[in-house]
């Protein structure tokens, strides 16, 4: 009986202890810095503590196409598609799984880790932003072969008209800061929350988690596109607006819409 309690007691309290450490250790083990929690407490993105399209954990893993690597054809073809999802997006898992393997809070979310990732190594930044920001951008491209116009529900067209005048110009606007936006990157659909919409774009593989961009564009991510020249060069080579024109044709609105809906 004594020894049973005993062995509860040691079990209760290693369940505690690791599930304090879980919860704050992690930060404090990765950096000395002083971390206002107020601050990531006013960031709007929501669902707060996770993204239901991004539930990946430590060992990261490639995920599974939906669709064949052709499926998006004739917009962007096989090859592109091929060499981005086995190449590309499995280094960054590689990279991501290597730089976390020997850090104690390897098993924290991802998007935890983005709220903090200015005090942490850089390759977390890099490869983790590279993981979530390839497996979301997978889920918001459908099949079009026929060229069908691509719009969203009526009731997601008006929201988009509430923020940016009408759907047309939500799409004149994403396009040009796609375009525009200079080198590698990605450009967003943002909700900061459930009231206000913004187009934002982010250098390299950042994303609008990430506590390093601005905070008056932070949130979370409905749309994105990768305008990596990975992503197009072998079929559009240097005519990126013309990608980003054709992207418009294979945009996975139902998915879309679904993340909105998902806001609290
Ligand atoms: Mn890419």
């Known amino acids: 009986m004594k020894q049973n309690r005993r062995k509860f007691l040691f079990t209760t309290s290693a369940f505690a202890f690791g599930w304090l450490f879980y919860r704050g250790g992690w930060l404090r083990a990765s950096t000395s810095m002083n971390i206002n929690p107020k601050k990531h407490s006013e960031l709007h993105y929501s669902p707060l503590d996770f993204d239901a399209d991004f539930l990946d954990t430590f060992p990261y893993k490639l995920p599974k196409l939906p669709y064949g690597y052709d499926a998006m054809e004739p917009f962007i073809e096989k090859q592109t598609m091929e060499i981005h999802h086995t190449k590309h997006h499995q280094t960054y898992i590689n990279n991501l799984n290597k730089a976390l393997e020997n850090l104690d809070f390897k098993n924290a979310p991802l998007i935890e880790l983005f709220r903090?990732?200015?005090?942490?190594?850089?390759?977390?930044?890099?490869?983790?932003?590279?993981?979530?920001?390839?497996?979301?951008?997978?889920?918001?491209?459908?099949p079009?072969?026929?060229?069908?116009?691509?719009?969203?529900?009526?009731?997601f067209q008006k929201i988009l008209a509430q923020h940016f005048k009408s759907f047309d110009e939500f799409k004149k606007q994403f396009s040009d800061a796609a375009a525009k936006h200079f080198g590698s990157g990605w450009c967003w659909l943002v909700a900061k929350n459930k009231n206000e919409l913004k187009i934002v774009t982010t250098p390299n593989q950042d994303n609008p988690i990430m506590d390093v961009v601005d905070a008056k564009d932070r949130g979370f991510p409905l749309l994105g596109i990768d305008v990596w020249e990975h992503a197009y060069y072998l079929k559009y080579q240097n005519r990126r607006v013309e990608y980003i024109e054709n992207w418009w044709n294979i945009v996975h609105w139902e998915f879309v819409e679904k993340r909105w809906n998902n806001l609290k």
């Open 116 to 142: 903090k990732v200015s005090v942490l190594d850089k390759s977390i930044r890099n490869n983790g932003g590279g993981h979530y920001n390839h497996t979301l951008f997978w889920q918001m491209l459908k």
């Open 144 to 155: 079009n072969p026929n060229k069908q116009n691509n719009v969203p529900s009526a009731g």
